[in-house]
C-alpha cells in the first residue's frame, strides 16, 4: 500500500510566515481550503432547483464563480453558487439525456460543450445563446467529454461505439468528410467490436497524457503525442442498432473487419500507451457473469498530475500512480528461500527503494519487530475488534496504525487476517499485498508466509499456491505438520487437479510462472484482442491504494473525486443515496452523508473552498458546505460508517433477484465462516483454510 507523504507546515507557522512574506498567503489558503475539522461539519447549505430530469453533469468554471448543470431534461442551467440564482438558461438542441458539460479554457467562460445520448457534441456560444457546432461523428452514446485547462481550442470526447475523438474549434468541422483526422484512439480495433469507451480526462500538469475508462478492468493511459489521429471511416456502428438505422455513409462490415487486429495505419505505439489494472481483477480465473458487470465510471488526475482516480463499477475505487514503472506484478517471487520481492515497493510511500537493497541498511533505525507505545495500544485495540468478529472496525485501526508506523511487520499481517475474514470484494488480493510487505518486513513471519499461499489458493492460483505452500513447508519444518498447513497443502493438490504431484510437474508449473501472463478484457476473447492489446495489458501496472464502502453497480456515470487542495481526501456517490468521504491516506472513512433520495452520481469540489456540489437522480443540485458549531444536529449525516459500508458490500455482491429483495427490506446473513481462526498474530494459531465449496461466490448486479 502506498502511503500518501507532503510536507505538513503547521498552520501557526504559515500565520507567522504571512507576517513576513505575503508570498505565504497562497500557501496558507491552500492549507485551509479543506481540514479534519471542516469536513467533520460539511452539512447540506442548499438545493438548487430548476431542472425537469435527473442530474447527470456538473462543471465549475476554472474560478468557482459559476457551476453549470446539465440534466435528462436536455437543458443546460448556469448557477450563482453563493447566490444561489440561475444567471442562463438555455435549450441545448439534444434529444437525448445529457451526460458531460464541460468549460472551454481561455474562453471567458463564453463556450460550452455538451455530448448526450443522442450521439451528437453541440458547442454552444452562451454569450450570445447560439450552438455554434453540432457534430454526429460518433455512432454511439457520448459519454465524457474532457479539456486541459493550459489548451485553448481542444477538447476530447469518449463513446459508447468505443472512439475517442480530437476536436480543435480553430479547424472546420464536416461529419461527412473523410479525409477529417479527429479519432484520435479506436478500441474497437484493439478491444474488438464490443469495446465501450465510458470515460475519459486529460493530465492538468501534463497535458499531452490522456486517460480512457471502457467496459473492461484495464484503464488505459496514452501520451497522445505519439498518436497519429486516423480518419473517421471506420465509425462502428454495430452495437446500436437504432442508431444504425439513421446512420448514414457508415460501413458496419469493414468496421467488423478490424475489430480486434489494430489499427490499420498502426497509428498507436506500442510505447505510447500505459495500462493499469487492480491485479485481482486482471486474472482470467473469473466468473463471467461478474466480469460483463467492470466498467470504468469515472477516473480524473490529481492536482499534481501523479495519480489517476478510478472508480471502477462492479468494484472498488482504486488509485494508481501513473510514474510507476510497468509490470507490476500480479503475483509473488521467490528469492533466497525466505522471501518475496515485492515489485514497486508498495509498502513504503516516502523512501522509494530499487528491488534487491538490502533490508538491514533500511532497518538499521527501524525495527520491524518493534512499535513504539502508541503503536502498540492501538494494535491491541483492533486485535480486540478482531476477536470480536468485527473486522472493518479492526482494519480501521490498523490503517491507522500504518500510518503512523509504515515498518511495523505485524501490522500488515495482522491487516492480512482481517481482510481475509471480511472478504469484501479484492479484499483476498489486498492480504496478499499485506502478507509480501510484511515477509519484505519480516522474512521469518510463519503466518504471513502460510497466509500468502492461502491468498493464492483463494485467487484460485493453485500452482503458485502450490509452490508457496512447498516452501513453506521447507522453511518451517515444524509447522509443516500442522492440521491447518495439511489441510491446505490437501486442497491446493485438489485444485490442481491431482492428489500426486511429482517433481517434474512442480517444476512446468515452475516454468510457466515465470513466462509472462496472457490475460484477456473483461468479457472478450482471446481472437477478438490485437496483439499491441496483449502487450499492454500485460505489462500492466497494479493499484497503489483501495478505497471501500460506496456501492457502484446501478449507473455507469457515478464519480470519484480529489477533495482538498492536495487532494487529500476522496469523495464518491453511491447507489444507496448516499456519498462517502475517505482520509487519503489512511483509507478509512470519515463521513457518510445522505445526499439524494435515489443515488448520487456527481461530485464536483469547488476550486478554492470548502464547498461541495453533488447530484442524482433527484432533479435538484445540492451544496455542502461546512455547518455552524451551534449544537444543531445534522440530519443528512448518517452515524454507523460501518453498518452503510457492510450494507453496500452486500448491495454489490448480490444478484438482481436478492438486489430486489434487499430494496424491499430482506436481509440476508453473512456468507462468512465465523468457526474459523478468531486471533490475530499475537493469538493462537488455529487458522483453517475454507475449499471453494465452502464459500459462497459473490454475484454483482449488471449496469444498466
Not at 233 to 256: K, R, W, Y
Request: net charge negative.
Amino acid at each position: 500500500m502506498k502511503m500518501f507523504s507532503k510536507e505538513n507546515p503547521r498552520v501557526v507557522d504559515l500565520v507567522r510566515q504571512r507576517e513576513l512574506s505575503e508570498s505565504c498567503a497562497a500557501s496558507l489558503s491552500r492549507k485551509l481550503q479543506v481540514t479534519d475539522d471542516l469536513v467533520a461539519r460539511l452539512g447540506l447549505e442548499k438545493e438548487l432547483e430548476g431542472h425537469g430530469g435527473c442530474v447527470n453533469c456538473l462543471e465549475w468554471n476554472e474560478s468557482g464563480e459559476i457551476l453549470a448543470s446539465a440534466s435528462d431534461d436536455t437543458h443546460v442551467i448556469l448557477w450563482d453558487p453563493f447566490r444561489y440564482t440561475k444567471k442562463k438558461v438555455f435549450r441545448t438542441g439534444h434529444s437525448g439525456n445529457i451526460f458531460s458539460v464541460k468549460f472551454m479554457p481561455k474562453s471567458n467562460d463564453g463556450i460550452l460543450v455538451t455530448g448526450a445520448g443522442d450521439c451528437c457534441i453541440r458547442v454552444h456560444d452562451i454569450t450570445v445563446s447560439d450552438t455554434i457546432l453540432v457534430c454526429s461523428c460518433h455512432k454511439g452514446r457520448v459519454k465524457r467529454i474532457a479539456t486541459a485547462p493550459s489548451v485553448p481550442f481542444m477538447f476530447w470526447t469518449a463513446g459508447e461505439d468505443g472512439l475517442i475523438l480530437q476536436y480543435d474549434t480553430r479547424v472546420p468541422h464536416s461529419c461527412t468528410s473523410q479525409d477529417r483526422r479527429g479519432v484520435l484512439i479506436n478500441l474497437v480495433n484493439h478491444l474488438g467490436r464490443l469495446a465501450e469507451a465510458k470515460c475519459i480526462t486529460i493530465n492538468a500538469r501534463r497535458p499531452e497524457l490522456i486517460a480512457i475508462g471502457a467496459n473492461d478492468a484495464y484503464v488505459r493511459m496514452y501520451d497522445r503525442r505519439m498518436i497519429k489521429p486516423s480518419t473517421c471511416q471506420a465509425t462502428p456502428a454495430s452495437n446500436f442498432d437504432a442508431v444504425n438505422e439513421n446512420s448514414e455513409g457508415i460501413d458496419a462490415q469493414a468496421h467488423l473487419q478490424r475489430a480486434g487486429k489494430g489499427d490499420s495505419d498502426d497509428n498507436i505505439p506500442l510505447g505510447c500507451a500505459r495500462y493499469f489494472v487492480a491485479g485481482h481483477l486482471r486474472t482470467r480465473h473469473q466468473d463471467q457473469k461478474r466480469n460483463r458487470s467492470l466498467a470504468a465510471t469515472y477516473l480524473t488526475f490529481s492536482a499534481d498530475g501523479n495519480d489517476l482516480l478510478v472508480n471502477m463499477g462492479g468494484e472498488q475505487i482504486y488509485l494508481f500512480d501513473v510514474n510507476k514503472g510497468s509490470s507490476s506484478k500480479f503475483l509473488p517471487k521467490w528469492t533466497n528461500g525466505t522471501r518475496y520481492s515485492v515489485p514497486g515497493d508498495q509498502w513504503c510511500s516516502d523512501q522509494k527503494r530499487d528491488e534487491g537493497i538490502q533490508l538491514e541498511t533500511y532497518f538499521k533505525h527501524n525495527d520491524p519487530l518493534v512499535l513504539p507505545i502508541h503503536i502498540e495500544n492501538i494494535k491491541e485495540e483492533a486485535n480486540t475488534a478482531f476477536q470480536k468478529q468485527k473486522y472493518t472496525t479492526a482494519i480501521n485501526l490498523y490503517n491507522k496504525a500504518i500510518a503512523w508506523c509504515p515498518h511495523g511487520a505485524v501490522l500488515y499481517a495482522n491487516r492480512a487476517a482481517s481482510f481475509m475474514k471480511r472478504a469484501w470484494d479484492g479484499d483476498i488480493y489486498a492480504a496478499l499485498q499485506d502478507c509480501q510487505t510484511t515477509i519484505l518486513l519480516d522474512p521469518r513471519h510463519v503466518k504471513a508466509h502460510f497466509r500468502l499461499a492461502r491468498c493464492l489458493y483463494e485467487l484460485n492460483r493453485a500452482p503458485e499456491a502450490h509452490k508457496v505452500i512447498k516452501n513453506f513447508q521447507q522453511n518451517f519444518p515444524e509447522f509443516a505438520t500442522n492440521s491447518a498447513c495439511r489441510a491446505l497443502y490437501k486442497d491446493i493438490k485438489k485444485a490442481l487437479g491431482s492428489e500426486e504431484t511429482n517433481e517434474e510437474e512442480t517444476d512446468e508449473v515452475e516454468e510457466e510462472e515465470d513466462k509472462d501472463e496472457v490475460e484477456f478484457p473483461v468479457g472478450q476473447v482471446a481472437q477478438g484482442v490485437s496483439a499491441h492489446e496483449l502487450y499492454w495489458q500485460r505489462n500492466s501496472v497494479d493499484y497503489d491504494i483501495r478505497f471501500c464502502g460506496h456501492c457502484n453497480t446501478t449507473t455507469d456515470i457515478k464519480e470519484a473525486n480529489f477533495f482538498g487542495s492536495d487532494g487529500q481526501y476522496i469523495v464518491a456517490g453511491s447507489d444507496d443515496g448516499s456519498f462517502f468521504i475517505w482520509d487519503r491516506e489512511t483509507t478509512n472513512i470519515l463521513r457518510v452523508l445522505r445526499g439524494d433520495e435515489s443515488i448520487v452520481n456527481c461530485l464536483q469540489p469547488h476550486p478554492s473552498s470548502c464547498l461541495l456540489a453533488t447530484s442524482g437522480i433527484d432533479p435538484v443540485i445540492r451544496l455542502w458546505s461546512p455547518r455552524p458549531e451551534d449544537g444543531s444536529q445534522n440530519e443528512r449525516a448518517i452515524e454507523n460508517l460501518e453498518d452503510v459500508a457492510s450494507a453496500n458490500q452486500l448491495r454489490m455482491k448480490s444478484n438482481t433477484f436478492e438486489l430486489m429483495l434487499l430494496n424491499m427490506g430482506y436481509r440476508f446473513p453473512g456468507q462468512q465462516d465465523h468457526n474459523q481462526d478468531q486471533s490475530g498474530d499475537d493469538g493462537d494459531e488455529r487458522e483453517r483454510p475454507m475449499s471453494p465449496s465452502q464459500t459462497s461466490q459473490p454475484l454483482n448486479c449488471r449496469q444498466s
